[in-house]
C-alpha cells in the first residue's frame, strides 16, 4: 500500500526557475495538505484542498500556487524560485473534514535553492 | 487561536530509563491532540492522538499520553526508552474551529545513549 507518495525526494533549483513538485495518495481521502518545514520549526501550511477542483491558502502561501484536478493528485507549483523556499516540502492527506483524523504523509521532497 | 508549545527542543535519556517529552497547547475549543514522530529523511507517523475519548492515549511502539485539561498538557512518555526511539517528535493540535488545519510544535529531537 503507497499511501502518499511525493516526487521528486531532492532538487537544486536555480534562483528564478520555477518547478512542480508533485504529490499522489491511494487512499480515496478527500484532503490534501502541503507544508513546508524549515530547521528548528514545526510545519506551516502552505495550502490546502477539501476535495477536487477546491483550494485553499494556509498559513504561508505567498510563492507557491496548487491545483486539485482529481481527488488523487495535489501538485504545488513554485513559479519563480527564491531562497527564502529552501526547505523540506510534505504533501498529507486525510480522509474527513473531521479532526478526529489524523493526517497521512508523504516522505517529503528536499528543495534547495542556489 | 490554537497553538502548541513543545517545552524541550532537545531531550537526552539512557537506553533503558523512561521518556517524557512535554508538549502544552491552547485551544478555544475541545482538541483533538497528536503526537507524530519523524525519523531522519522521513515523513511524519502518527504515534497517537487524543479525540474527546479516554484521557491516557495508548500509541505505537509502547508510547502514551495523558490529556490534562487543567494543565491544558498532552505529555508523551515510554517507560524505556529503545535505541531506535531516537527521532523528532511533534505534538499537533486541531479542534472544530481550526476546521482542517492542523498546527504544529517545533519539535523535540530525542537522542537515546546506549
Same mark, same amino acid.
Given at each position: 500500500?503507497?499511501?502518499?507518495?511525493?516526487?521528486?525526494?531532492?532538487?537544486?533549483?536555480?534562483?528564478?526557475?520555477?518547478?512542480?513538485?508533485?504529490?499522489?495518495?491511494?487512499?480515496?481521502?478527500?484532503?490534501?495538505?502541503?507544508?513546508?518545514?524549515?530547521?528548528?520549526?514545526?510545519?506551516?501550511?502552505?495550502?490546502?484542498?477539501?476535495?477536487?477542483?477546491?483550494?485553499?491558502?494556509?498559513?504561508?502561501?505567498?510563492?507557491?500556487?496548487?491545483?486539485?484536478?482529481?481527488?488523487?493528485?495535489?501538485?504545488?507549483?513554485?513559479?519563480?524560485?527564491?531562497?527564502?523556499?529552501?526547505?523540506?516540502?510534505?504533501?498529507?492527506?486525510?480522509?474527513?473534514?473531521?479532526?478526529?483524523?489524523?493526517?497521512?504523509?508523504?516522505?517529503?521532497?528536499?528543495?534547495?535553492?542556489? | 487561536?490554537?497553538?502548541?508549545?513543545?517545552?524541550?527542543?532537545?531531550?537526552?535519556?539512557?537506553?533503558? +530509563?523512561?521518556?517524557?517529552?512535554?508538549?502544552?497547547?491552547?485551544?478555544?475549543?475541545?482538541?483533538?491532540?497528536?503526537?507524530?514522530?519523524?525519523?531522519?529523511?522521513?515523513?511524519?507517523?502518527?504515534?497517537?492522538?487524543? +479525540?474527546?475519548?479516554?484521557?491516557?492515549?495508548?500509541?505505537?511502539?509502547?508510547?502514551?499520553?495523558?490529556?490534562?485539561?487543567?494543565?491544558?498538557?498532552?505529555?508523551?512518555?515510554?517507560?524505556?526508552?529503545?535505541?531506535?526511539?531516537?527521532?523528532?517528535?511533534?505534538?499537533?493540535?486541531?479542534?472544530?474551529?481550526?476546521?482542517?488545519?492542523?498546527?504544529?510544535? +517545533?519539535? +523535540?529531537?530525542?537522542?537515546?545513549?546506549?
Amino acid at each position: 500500500n503507497a499511501g502518499v507518495t511525493q516526487t521528486p525526494k531532492f532538487r537544486i533549483l536555480k534562483i528564478g526557475q520555477s518547478m512542480t513538485l508533485q504529490c499522489a495518495q491511494d487512499m480515496n481521502h478527500n484532503y490534501m495538505y502541503w507544508y513546508r518545514q524549515d530547521p528548528g520549526m514545526g510545519l506551516k501550511l502552505i495550502y490546502y484542498s477539501v476535495g477536487a477542483g477546491i483550494t485553499d491558502k494556509g498559513e504561508v502561501p505567498n510563492g507557491y500556487n496548487v491545483s486539485r484536478s482529481t481527488t488523487e493528485d495535489f501538485p504545488l507549483r513554485l513559479e519563480l524560485a527564491a531562497p527564502s523556499q529552501t526547505s523540506v516540502y510534505f504533501c498529507a492527506s486525510s480522509y474527513l473534514l473531521n479532526v478526529n483524523q489524523p493526517q497521512h504523509f508523504g516522505d517529503g521532497t528536499r528543495l534547495s535553492i542556489l | 487561536a490554537q497553538s502548541v508549545t513543545q517545552l524541550d527542543s532537545h531531550v537526552s535519556v539512557s537506553e533503558g +530509563t523512561p521518556v517524557l517529552l512535554r508538549c502544552n497547547y491552547s485551544s478555544s475549543y475541545s482538541p483533538s491532540l497528536f503526537w507524530y514522530v519523524q525519523h531522519p529523511n522521513k515523513g511524519l507517523q502518527l504515534l497517537l492522538k487524543y +479525540t474527546s475519548a479516554a484521557t491516557l492515549v495508548k500509541g505505537i511502539n509502547g508510547f502514551e499520553a495523558e490529556f490534562k485539561k487543567s494543565e491544558t498538557s498532552f505529555h508523551l512518555t515510554k517507560p524505556s526508552a529503545h535505541m531506535s526511539d531516537a527521532a523528532e517528535y511533534f505534538c499537533v493540535v486541531s479542534d472544530s474551529n481550526t476546521g482542517n488545519q492542523f498546527y504544529f510544535g +517545533t519539535g +523535540t529531537s530525542l537522542t537515546v545513549i546506549p
